[in-house]
């Protein structure tokens, strides 16, 4: 046994030294620019699938060769990612993205040992106060995307209302969340608040996985919600285990990321997504330039970061279609505010002053005012969500 | 054929034990097998993509050796790798199925890490990072100790045991980073990343240098006790009869206690080189399997520490691969996961052909 692996690794080792050799160690190839992608998951994953989707998207759109594009997937959030951040430099990236939260201390790392090369992290919330000149964060108003989702919701909710399925305080949301987390929060309440321009009467029930991926425990969740009496189905968590349940249980499902109509053909009424190509192509096409670009950026449903996915007519109430372009036009018009203090109550009373923890110097401390006139100034002090607020009345958890 | 029927029959295949198998034929079943494994690797590989299945091969060896970084990153994952592996075989060796080194190597990541946000930059960093080994290894230790205190007194079932603390282990670290980080996102982040205070420092230019070296110094040391020491041989007979043990007048419980301590010993050592040495922060994640990979680990090479330098790399050298395919010819983790799965099925599978013969009904017969 050991002879036998000693002769193998020896074989493997020579091996190895050729390849060294071989390989003029790929630094800065002067036919183009080099990306690297740095995923937390594969393409299994809703969450990572919509970056590696949108990343492919812009390598088409952009005519970059397959080896200018390096996608590393299954790289978790320690150690791993700055070594891939590193190999990515290695291998002549001169721009390197990465998708998950938890990667961002080693991304700032690597940002600050290769200065050279771009760093793009996001969904991190770091960028402001590390003030390190190659290291960007990046995110999108998600929840005005969530909010046109929650409309399609309350559509249809009100629909079960006038069919008389059930009496319009039956009209209980249950949302699967990841964590108890800014992110999660945010994107809840703004679902919520969507449903509920619509359906009054509605209100939400939250549990959470505690993991961003599980499939099993995200339809155990599904199941538990649609049993204690909820009668659609939201998630922010990544795999298919939400919609595949509510298919099961023939319970109409608002989902994330991904159009899920294959997964649920019978239930899953549309998703919100935040389209990644449109970050992907301004940074890329910045460092192509030699231009310098926004250390956090934010997209939005205007400039099309943020996306409604294809509606599913087989479940959305009729007129649902119509409705959404109808407010998705308040939207970008500024007209309607998803976060207007005068659509909730938190306690019992609007907010007029609520101090988030924008400034994130590691201390967990609030200090930023961010009521302002007369909305939550949701992504507009700094591109990754701070609304935390739990929970806002008719919002509960299970 | 007809006469054959009024005999007793005879089965078509019958297997008998090998006693005295030459080495140089035991070699030949595993380099058969090697090759076997390889074949049937490229046969995949054909028929599910459109690859050259010696391009894939070859994309592996360098995901490992294709630059210094690379080189040190799989020396520093198979060191790793190599602790836990050492951890578990004194255990194995005296037949103490210990499954939880996932859990001890997470309580010493745990109590490193604690350390570390605790002390922020309060301490000296030589002063914490003793700190920090001492609270690790202590940890470990009492992971370890107790399965094996219920086993030497109670004879609770100690496969069970340690792999419920597992999941004791698990929540733990989920709940201090709760506790740590209240926005609620569960990601601990690095650790006085400004400071570095805690952290291993770099030995010979290398991040991972200490690491290593602290994991070489341990297979020698660990092959030492293993094979010169009176503990050592104890281990081993209690191991191949606890009865033997204790005629001879071994105290088994003594034995199984120490056993679990230097086990959970140096599961808590992986941890805290985890932490100071390698990621400056905690994760559910940390032990990443680690803990049940090393029982493979220590299993292929029977328990030998030399060996298990080059089992714990071979696995290393798989995972790199998987990845570097991955990201160069765009091919999922789940096909180099298919290949890993063969190799190993084959490489499991030789164990038997070499302590095993199949004698087939002999041909004579079967022309009558």
Not at chain 1, 2 to 18: D, H, R, S
Not at chain 2, 264 to 274: E, H, N, Q, V, Y
Request: aromatic letters at 10%.
């Amino acid at each position: 046994m050991k002879k036998i692996f000693a002769l193998v690794l020896a074989v493997v080792m020579l091996l190895g030294l050729a390849a060294c050799g071989s390989k003029s160690s790929g630094k800065k190839a002067e036919d183009g620019i080099k990306v690297g992608l740095i995923c937390l998951h594969d393409e299994n994953s809703t969450y990572d699938n919509n970056f590696i989707q949108a990343l492919k998207q812009v390598q088409e759109e952009l005519g970059l060769k397959d080896d200018q594009v390096l996608i590393k997937t299954n790289i978790d959030e320690s150690d791993a990612c700055y070594n891939a951040a590193a190999e990515l430099v290695d291998a002549g990236c001169d721009i390197i993205f990465a998708d998950s939260f938890g990667h961002e201390s080693f991304m700032i790392q690597a940002a600050k040992e290769f200065p050279d090369v771009q760093f793009c992290h996001a969904t991190g919330t770091k960028s402001l106060t590390e003030g390190v000149k190659n290291y960007h964060n990046a995110f999108a108003s998600i929840y005005e995307g969530r909010y046109l989702a929650g409309v399609a919701a309350g559509m249809k909710l009100n629909e079960m209302i006038e069919k008389g399925t059930i009496k319009p305080e039956e009209a209980v949301i249950g949302y699967v969340g990841a964590f108890n987390y800014a992110e999660v929060v945010s994107g809840m309440t703004s679902f919520f608040l969507g449903a509920r321009s619509i359906c009054p009467s509605a209100t939400m029930k939250v549990t959470y996985t505690n993991s961003w991926f599980d499939i099993a425990k995200e339809k155990e969740s599904a199941l538990n919600l649609i049993n204690s009496g909820c009668v659609l189905i939201s998630q922010h968590a990544d795999s298919e285990g939400a919609p595949k349940a509510c298919e099961e249980k023939g319970v109409p499902n608002v989902a994330y990321n991904i159009s899920t109509i294959s997964m649920g053909p019978n239930t899953a009424l549309i998703s919100s997504k935040i389209d990644w190509s449109v970050y992907f192509k301004l940074a890329i096409t910045a460092v192509q330039d030699g231009k310098e670009f926004d250390t956090d950026f934010c997209g939005s449903l205007k400039d099309g970061a943020v996306k409604l996915t294809e509606l599913n007519d087989k479940v959305a109430a009729a007129g649902t279609k119509e409705k959404l372009e109808e407010v998705q036009a308040k939207l970008e018009s500024g007209e309607l505010k998803v976060f207007d203090t005068k659509t909730f109550t938190y306690k019992g009373a609007e907010l007029t002053e609520y101090l988030a923890d924008v400034i994130d110097e590691g201390d967990f401390k609030p200090e930023t005012n961010v009521i302002e006139n007369g909305e939550f100034a949701e992504s507009q002090k700094r591109s990754a969500p701070y609304f935390d607020i739990k929970y806002i009345d008719g919002v509960s958890d299970l | 054929m007809t006469n054959n029927e009024k005999h007793i029959k005879e089965p078509f295949m019958h297997i008998t034990k090998r006693t005295d198998i030459k080495p140089y034929i035991a070699w030949l079943i595993r380099l058969i097998a090697i090759v076997a494994a390889l074949i049937v690797s490229a046969l995949v590989i054909v028929s599910i993509t459109d690859y050259n299945p010696f391009e894939v091969y070859l994309k592996m060896i360098e995901g490992n050796f294709g630059s210094e970084r690379k080189f040190f990153i799989m020396l520093q994952n198979t060191a790793m790798l190599l602790c836990v592996s050492l951890a578990v075989t004194p255990a194995f060796k005296m037949k103490f199925w210990n499954l939880g080194a996932e859990g001890q190597v997470l309580v010493g990541g745990l109590a490193s890490a604690a350390c570390m946000f605790y002390a922020k930059d309060s301490l000296p960093s030589w002063l914490l990072i003793l700190i920090m080994l001492f609270a690790s290894v202590l940890s470990g230790i009492i992971w370890g100790v107790l399965p094996a205190v219920f086993k030497a007194v109670w004879r609770t079932n100690e496969s069970l045991f340690t792999l419920m603390m597992n999941y004791v282990a698990i929540q733990l670290v989920s709940f201090f980073i709760m506790v740590w980080v209240p926005n609620g996102s569960s990601v601990m982040g690095v650790i006085n990343q400004k400071s570095e205070n805690g952290w291993l420092p770099p030995v010979f230019g290398q991040k991972y240098g200490l690491n290593i070296l602290i994991v070489a110094i341990l297979t020698v040391v660990m092959y030492i006790y293993l094979h010169y020491s009176k503990q050592g041989y104890e281990i081993s007979v209690v191991g191949e009869s606890e009865n033997t043990a204790r005629y001879v007048g071994i105290n088994v419980k003594k034995v199984i206690i120490r056993t679990m301590v230097i086990s959970g010993a140096i599961c808590g050592l992986t941890g805290f080189l985890l932490v100071s040495g390698t990621n400056h922060t905690v994760s559910k994640e940390l032990a990443g399997g680690m803990g049940f990979t090393a029982i493979m680990v220590s299993w292929l090479a029977k328990f030998e520490p030399i060996m298990m330098i080059f089992t714990s790399m071979f696995i290393v050298f798989l995972q790199k691969g998987a990845g570097e395919i991955a990201m160069t010819l765009g091919l999922n983790e789940s096909v180099s996961d298919i290949l890993t799965g063969i190799l190993i099925f084959f490489i499991i599978g030789s164990e038997f052909f070499i302590n095993y013969k199949i004698n087939f009904r002999s041909a004579q017969k079967e022309a009558e």
